[in-house]
Every structure is written in C-alpha cells, then in structure tokens.
C-alpha cells in the first residue's frame, strides 16, 4: 500500500512563529487532507485538497501532486493550535492513509 | 459538529470477551470507517464501509468483524478481545468521493 512520511515528528515553537509541515507519499492519490488532533484527542478535518493551495485564516495547505508532497503553513502560531497534525492521501476506494503526524507545541 | 456518535465511550473488558463498538451518524453519509490509533503508529485503517451491507478491510482488519445494515449505524465487533487490541478506536464519515472525512469522538477500549 501507499506509504506516507511526515517531518518534523516533533517540533516547538514560540507563540507568534510560521512553520512548515511536511508529507510525503509513495503513490499517485485521488486527493489529500489534513487533519488537527487536539489535546483532548479530537479529530478535526483541516483541508480538503487534491492539488493546488488553500488558506483558511492563519493555515494553508499546498498540494503538488505530481511530486507526491503536501505542505501545510501555520502562520503566527498560538497556544491552541498545539497538537497533532496529520495528512491523509486517499487511494482508489476511498481509503485514506495517514502519517504518524508531527507533534506541534506552542509556548507562550 | 458532524453528526457522529461512538458508543461506549469508555470500556474495560477481560481478554477472551466479545466485544461491539457502534457509530451512529445523523448525516445520511455513504462512508464510513473505523480507525484506531496506538503511539508510534498514527491513525490505521480496520474496516470500512461504501454502503449498506458493503464492507472492505483495511490494514489491520485481523480480529475484527463490521456490519453495516443501516445507512446511519455501523458496528465494530472484537469476537474474542485480546490486550493487543487495547487501543482508541475512532469511527470516521464521509458523504461520498471526493468529500472531507469527519470523525467521531473515539472509544478508549482496554482489554485486561
């Protein structure tokens, strides 16, 4: 099946800096999403996106698809937006597979 | 909030005890999954459904039996649990290809 890979595992920030998360996947995908997990363990769905860029407030997400990554930016980063971030190729079937995620910390 | 609703939402059972989890969704969806996630190992695909009565396995589907005979239900069953599957199971819906998946609240399963 496909494989999916997201960098950093880890990363900390102090509230008000940008950052990049990265996904990188093994096959040709239908489309992509991104998905927040709070600390209290929901799931929230970020982004919706096959290709191309979208924004939403302080996040946006770009897909390439053609060379199989998926960027998603957070831009001046606050407390609630700690967690874990996932992406999620979806196959044919809709199946989606996810990465082990990256695990953001926001210090104040 | 999508309209989906695990059931229990806490549970300890004893190795070797049958054991079902239900998803309920209000939203008429046409998909729906079931996912656990252990540390070190994101969020892995059991099962999954593209309609009544039509099911599929995912990467982990040993152990596990679904059954969807309603559009809104559908219902995770461990024959014989074992604490290799102490886990979080999360239940996931999407309306249809090509739409945003949404999850449930999950059930935090320990098996002793």
């Known amino acids: 099946g496909i494989q999916v890979e997201q960098s950093p595992p880890d990363l900390i920030l102090q509230e008000g800096a940008n950052s990049t998360l990265r996904c990188n996947f093994s096959?040709?995908?239908?489309?992509l999403q991104w998905f927040h997990q709070n600390p209290w363990g929901q799931l929230i769905n970020l982004f919706y996106?096959?290709?191309g860029t979208k924004q939403n407030g302080r996040l946006s997400a770009t897909t390439v698809a053609t060379e199989r990554y998926s960027l998603l930016y957070i831009s001046s980063s606050q407390t609630t937006d700690s967690g874990v971030y996932f992406c999620?190729?979806?196959?044919?079937?809709?199946?989606?597979?996810f990465g082990e995620g990256t695990q953001l910390t926001v210090n104040p | 909030d999508a309209g989906i609703t695990q059931s229990p939402r806490h549970k300890v059972t004893e190795t070797g005890t049958p054991v079902t989890l239900r998803c309920h969704q209000t939203?008429?969806?046409?998909?729906m999954y079931w996912y656990r996630q252990d540390p070190g190992h994101g969020l892995r695909l059991i099962h999954y459904?593209?309609?009544?009565?039509?099911?599929d396995k995912g990467e982990v589907s040993d152990g596990y039996s679904v059954s969807r005979s309603k559009t809104e239900d559908f219902l995770l069953t461990l024959e014989s649990a074992t604490s290799s599957q102490t886990s979080v199971y999360f239940c996931?819906?999407?309306?249809?290809?090509?739409?945003?998946?949404?999850f449930g609240n999950g059930t935090r399963l320990t098996v002793t």
């Open positions: 096959d040709s995908v239908n489309n």
């Open positions: 996106i096959p290709s």
């Open positions: 999620a190729p979806e196959t044919s079937g809709s199946r989606l597979t």
């Open positions: 939203e008429n969806h046409r998909y």
């Open positions: 996931a819906i999407k309306e249809g290809y090509g739409s945003p998946l949404h």
């Open positions: 459904s593209y309609g009544v009565k039509d099911t």
